[in-house]
C-alpha cells in the first residue's frame, strides 16, 4: 500500500482553514487508502502558503484517532513548499 497522500486543492488556494474542510480533505483524499501500520506522508502543494490550525486539526483528527499524537510524530512526515510552512502546521496538530 502507498501510503503518501499529494494534497489536491483548487487551483486558485494558497490558503486553507476550517475544521470541516479538513475533515472532508481527509475524507476524500485518504482515508480510504491510509494504513495505520505504515509511515505516512502527507504532502501539500507548494503554492499553499498558509495552513489555518482548525484546517490541521480537522485533517489529521482520525489519524490522531488511530496512532495518537505519538504515533504523529513518529510515522508522519509532512512536506511542504518550504520549512517554515512544514514546522507550522506539524505545531498545529497539538
Known amino acids: 500500500m502507498n501510503n503518501q497522500f499529494e494534497l489536491h486543492f483548487e487551483k486558485a488556494m494558497t490558503c486553507i482553514a476550517g475544521y470541516d474542510y479538513g475533515i472532508e480533505i481527509f475524507t476524500t483524499q485518504i482515508k480510504d487508502k491510509i494504513s495505520y501500520t505504515e509511515p505516512i506522508i502527507i504532502i501539500f502543494p507548494d503554492r499553499i502558503i498558509k495552513v489555518a490550525s482548525s484546517f490541521v486539526q480537522g485533517l489529521f483528527k482520525e489519524i490522531i484517532d488511530n496512532i495518537g499524537y505519538e504515533g504523529v510524530d ?9 520549512e ?3 514546522n507550522q502546521i506539524r505545531s498545529r496538530i497539538r
Do not use: D, H
Request: hydrophobic residues 35%; without cysteine; charged residues 15%.
Open 84 to 86: 517554515k510552512l512544514t
Open 74 to 82: 513518529r510515522n508522519v512526515t509532512i512536506i511542504s513548499g518550504n
